[in-house]
């Protein structure tokens, strides 16, 4: 099992609750194996995992192109890569394939990982500039009828010890 751990965080919470729902389905794929080593399981929670990866791709590709984000297009080929191998392994299942269900786990949590800590980490600095960390941590407050609070968030960022500082100056 794959347990979520803190250094996956990119800090931006709507994208970091994409990745912890990745990584749940991760989760539930290794218990289909583990506890059922039932095929047809495996081949729903591949299918899950194809229908909400592709939600959170376009999620991160809407940012990027917003945000005229430069590693777009390289970004967006390892998504559509993994679309594909994901696609090419719910055939194998379909077809009865059943032992390439631990090269599939396998696959699952090193693309996953490698890709939040590598790939996803690079853009970053660019949504971070073009302010969409904060309005999403005010976005989450506001949804759970808190009112905002950016001297909390930035404190948490790092950002609010210095401005501290500066108004003791
Ligand atoms: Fe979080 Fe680029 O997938």
Same mark, same amino acid.
């Given at each position: 099992?794959?347990?979520?751990?803190?250094?996956?965080?990119?800090?931006?919470?709507?994208?970091?609750?994409?990745?912890?729902?990745?990584?749940?389905?991760?989760? =539930? *794929?290794?218990?289909?194996?583990?506890? #059922?080593?039932?095929?047809?399981?495996?081949? @729903?929670? +591949?299918?899950?995992?194809? $229908?909400?990866?592709?939600?959170?791709?376009?999620?991160?590709?809407?940012?990027?192109?917003?945000?005229?984000?430069?590693?777009?297009?390289?970004?967006?080929?390892?998504?559509?890569?993994?679309?594909?191998?994901? =696609? *090419?392994?719910?055939?194998?299942?379909? #077809?009865?394939?059943?032992?390439?269900?631990? @090269?599939? +786990?396998?696959?699952?949590? $090193?693309?996953?990982?490698?890709?939040?800590?590598?790939?996803?980490?690079?853009?970053?600095?660019?949504?971070?500039?073009?302010?969409?960390?904060?309005?999403?941590?005010?976005?989450?407050?506001?949804?759970?009828?808190?009112?905002?609070?950016?001297?909390?968030?930035?404190?948490?960022?790092?950002?609010?010890?210095?401005?501290?500082?500066?108004?003791? $100056?």
């Amino acid at each position: 099992m794959i347990e979520w751990n803190e250094i996956y965080s990119l800090g931006i919470p709507e994208i970091d609750a994409e990745h912890k729902k990745l990584i749940d389905i991760i989760n =539930k *794929a290794i218990l289909a194996k583990e506890h #059922n080593d039932n095929p047809e399981e495996l081949e @729903e929670v +591949l299918n899950e995992m194809t $229908k909400y990866a592709q939600t959170h791709f376009a999620t991160e590709e809407l940012y990027m192109a917003k945000f005229n984000y430069q590693g777009y297009q390289y970004h967006k080929q390892e998504h559509l890569d993994f679309a594909t191998k994901i =696609k *090419a392994y719910e055939s194998g299942l379909i #077809n009865a394939d059943y032992h390439i269900a631990d @090269e599939i +786990l396998g696959y699952l949590r $090193k693309w996953l990982i490698n890709h939040i800590l590598k790939t996803d980490k690079k853009y970053v600095d660019c949504f971070r500039e073009n302010g969409l960390m904060g309005e999403t941590e005010d976005q989450e407050k506001t949804k759970q009828g808190e009112e905002p609070d950016r001297r909390q968030f930035e404190r948490r960022r790092g950002l609010g010890r210095r401005r501290d500082k500066d108004s003791e $100056k």
